[in-house]
């Protein structure tokens, strides 16, 4: 109970701000009205017809919409390859006030030590992160990652930081459906707090199965029927629209009258330039809106709905007591940002620059790649079947002679964490590439170093450039480097702004058309080309992996 | 986890039950359906076409329709004048198998002590009452309470009971608004725990403040325009329907498509024979159904609504690893009861009787009460004007010499627990009474001995008489009981069963007519006649109170 902001509510005070001559969204009533909020403290004080004397400072809002801080349910921040300060400045631009994010792709490279890092630099973000402490690191042991937590390192986690806010999406279904001793511990681990899951596998049994061992939410619905199948389940539904996967106009059929208040959005991974482009959770009210959901609905499931799922009290709404995080926008179908209130301080961009730090080591062997060929007797190929912006992929076989004229490429998993200088390697179609490489330490989950490319000297090369810069993204040519993002905390995220990545983006998916590549933001597709727990053909730094069988399997026969 | 109720989930273990052939009402799609459902362990494995095969004992539902155990949101046990024990057992007959109960009566009787006894008999109820902290006692300095609960005392019943979910109504709306130490520290101490409000007031800059000092609830909205004030400053609304406040129909507009997540039923104050006859969260959706709302609606607000405002996870849905808390009825208008199960077990009576525990001391003074006559000079009398059913009153001024022709009878207020002695003096009307005296122990929020008669002889044997019992009520005529009803429980309750109470509270009702009362229910309506938090004359055992004043005024001037 605060004395000072009851004081403003009353009148017995002057508030520190009244935002005038707004249209207030109300996510409680669904009612747009015309009133004044009175900010002090960084909360809202009152909602209201008040006058310039209730206030020190009077903003005009020109009847700009004012919607509560945005709140992005989901997201892996290391998939912006923006440190969480860079990336809170850079969604905090497009009005998102709070995430709740997993450090799950840092944790598989740095473990704990990562996750330290992450909770450190969110304090030099200007809004707020909240975690979730990582379930799957690893999600398999058929690839050599960074770091392994188990359930000891769970437990310990949420004894040093235990402002996080759950456990972070639990992968391991298979471990939740067979009783695994560790997943339970993890799962028991959290205590009270949600758990977020992670099931793609549709419905039945199975789903009963998975929310009765109490995982209370899930971002992997591709159908408006599965969605609503969980959600009868009981399961939150964290409706995914991001860089890569984009589930939102599919999924919006599943939100009714009734389940709307259990929906939310989550981008999951985006890109810098989507974020700099169209925004985050923007870009789910603008097509949200644009696929008939009425506008304050929308902002609801960007604003209260996840918050009331992770317990994040008295945020999301414009009302008495509640976190003074508003967006003022110009309307409910273009969502064009005007201003951003942040604890109540209107948000002004800081031009200054964070200094550069290095995190974690990145240590290929040095051996040179040597791609195996057939051996006498193996006359056909597994080849990876690759689509644009797919994380899925299908299983090939051809002839080994015909490899060439399909256009079938090479792949190169590097371990680089200098634990076992293990080299997978695969072959792959769907790229297009006819000559250079390309190379990139986000490799989905273990963050091997991946290099596509035709030949091992092309590889190596690449492989190099992005060692060299302790871990990032490379287009090599002909021993000269094309384009490169150096991502050197973790080899996951760098510290720039926002405009620069989203540059360096730009030339990089630019310039690899220069190798032959006609595949749209190959990048972000090439990095799930390492990732085991999804369907059907992937390649480790173990070797080549079949998903369905859950084996290893051989890249000639 | 728990690795039986998955096996049982996935089917590779048999469920102890399986309800086969209803119609199940999911609260979180909305919709209705005919599905199976299974339960293990006290909780639903799952929902879905299953076979005998899948369980030991299969129960045919016949078609009925299956609802997740009903949650009253808000309820003192005390007002049904039943023990938790008792209590428990007749509300689970009429389908409600969690409450949130504030036991502010007993704390205002016996304090700390009181509280303690509530929450260890609720261990002896067959189904799940969680309390909160009540924070009102005594809700005003302006009568002799007895006992207090100071901010002290609230940590202390926090640290003792560390399952109590939150602080009980705070009505004490001057203390929040003026910033009272107290209040605030009894507000403090309940840390990021629910904080039920209380207040009759309208809305404004006042329920601005109110909610800005972090409440989170309310059950005292008489318009659906306050009640939709109240959702839009961020509330939940509690719709109250008990045996004297009934605030349903009113309010049901405010319920929206938007709001409705967020609105709860609640009988606050209920008699056995209404529990008996109607149902308490039952009469609700009868109500609610019949008002035109939808009747799966209405089942949310009876159910998961109030679990999730007070945070009861997995609770209030049929889900998988949800509470096996089920109702089965007839149909979704008149909502039948056929059977209910309270953790996964069919309930069945128990006709067994608790043992009568006498709980409380019950000391009047010994001294004769002597109704005070107006001196020279008083020429004109200050009346209470009661109304049926109602908790507030007008003030009504005659002539000394026209009161016995209007009416007006003899209200005492004898302070019951050895304090000082007092008696408070009042004049009343609007009961019509003739001749005889009733009295009770049952007198809002002190819970002294109240009296209505026409002189001090048949006052003070009415007196006697519910001293004799150790609390209760009973309605007396020329020195003879014409009947009574004991609440040697703190002087407000008895262990005994619904049945034997209704019928108690039948026989006193009935009674009455034999003295001349006109009033329906006068023993409710008497019961607020000590208030002196609801305006407007109220009588507390230290003289009569102008509640608009908030002071003391003279019975004849």
Redesign the interface.
Known sequence: ???T???V???RKKAETLLAGGRVV??????IEEKDVLLHGG??????DFGSADAETVVDLDGAYLLPGLIDAHVHIESSHMTPASFGRAVLEKGTTTVIADPHEIANVAGAAGIDFMAADAQNAPMDIFYMVPSSVPATDKETAGAVLDSAATRELFRRHPEFLGLGEVMNVPG??G?DGE??AK??AAG?RPLDGHFPLGG??????F????ISSDHESVSAAEG?EK????MTLLIREGSSARNLETLLPAV????H??CCFCADDISASDILTHGDMLNCLKKAVAFGMDA??AV?MATINPA?HY?L??RG?I????LADLVAVGDLVDFEIRNVWKNGVLYRREETRGEERRFGAFRLSGEPFRFPLPREGETRAAVIRAFPGQIITEKAVYPVDSLAKQGVSRLYVAERYGKNGNVGYGLIEGFGLTSGAIASSVAHDSHNLLILANDDDEAMFAAETVAAMGGGMAVVKNGRVLAEMALPVAGLMSDEDVETLAEKERRLNGSVSELGISMAAPFMTLSFMALPVVAKLKLTDRGLFDVEQFDFTPLYF
Chains 1, 2 share one sequence.
């Open positions: 109970m605060d004395i902001l009851i004081d509510a009353l009148g109300n996510v409680f009533t669904g009612e909360r809202v004080a009152a909602v209201g939740v459906l009783g997943t339970a799962m028991k009270e039945g049994r199975e789903l009963a199965a929310t009765a061992a109490g609503a959600l009868a389940n009981g009714s009258d009734h389940s208040s259990r304050v609905r609801e009331r317990g009290k008295r709404a009302a008495p007591g509640y």
